[in-house]
């Protein structure tokens, strides 16, 4: 990977302070902290403040989840809908639950649907649609299960945060997972 420049490192740093303590909690001074940059850079690179800042780290986040359905389909010897499912909800497992989605975190913190936040989702969602089509499953239909889907897992995280346990993740996977399997054509 690329080394980033001072800018991409704001945005990536922005996403994981949100996804961690949400956008209240994340000051502009710790997002250039963590990001190694100097304060005054913040102004520079980012004329529209803070919003700004949020908003580029939400579309970030809706990019990087999308290029994870990718990851996931290449990892996986004979995909299926419910493995992609697992793979979705383990990767929160398996990064612990200290942390949660930076775009659901912004979508809660701003008190509602923010754009930025319903495109993030949408770039999710095609590329899983995409993959569930490629699975056999009717294009009608891949939309709205692209969307349980994201659902799912991003509600189970809320719940698996909230109780220090991964049992929700789990759960979903394990009862979503044949549904999903039995959409397939």
Not at 36 to 54: I, N
Not at 120 to 131: G, S, T, V
Not at 140 to 148: K, M, S
Request: proline fraction near 6%; charged fraction near 20%; hydrophobic fraction near 50%.
């Amino acid at each position: 990977m690329a080394e980033r420049g001072p800018r991409e490192r704001m945005v990536f740093s922005a996403a994981q302070l949100i996804r961690r303590d949400g956008v209240a909690a994340t000051g502009v001074r710790d997002v250039a902290a963590h990001a190694g940059a100097p304060r005054g850079s913040l102004q520079h690179y980012f004329p529209g403040g803070k919003e700004q800042l949020v908003n580029e780290a939400v579309e970030w986040a809706g990019r990087y989840a999308a290029g994870r359905v990718a990851r996931f389909m290449e990892r996986m010897p004979e995909p299926t809908p419910g493995g992609l499912l697992a793979a979705m909800a383990g990767q929160w497992i398996d990064e612990g639950l200290d942390a949660g989605c930076p775009v659901a975190a912004a979508t809660i913190d701003r008190g509602g649907s923010t754009r930025a936040a319903a495109e993030a989702f949408a770039c999710w969602a095609r590329p899983l649609a995409e993959a569930l089509t490629g699975m056999g499953v009717p294009a009608g239909r891949a939309p709205a299960l692209a969307t349980l889907m994201i659902s799912a897992v991003e509600g189970a995280l809320l719940i698996a945060r909230a109780e220090h346990d991964a049992r929700a993740l789990t759960a979903v996977a394990a009862e979503l997972g044949p549904m999903l399997d039995a959409a397939v054509a």
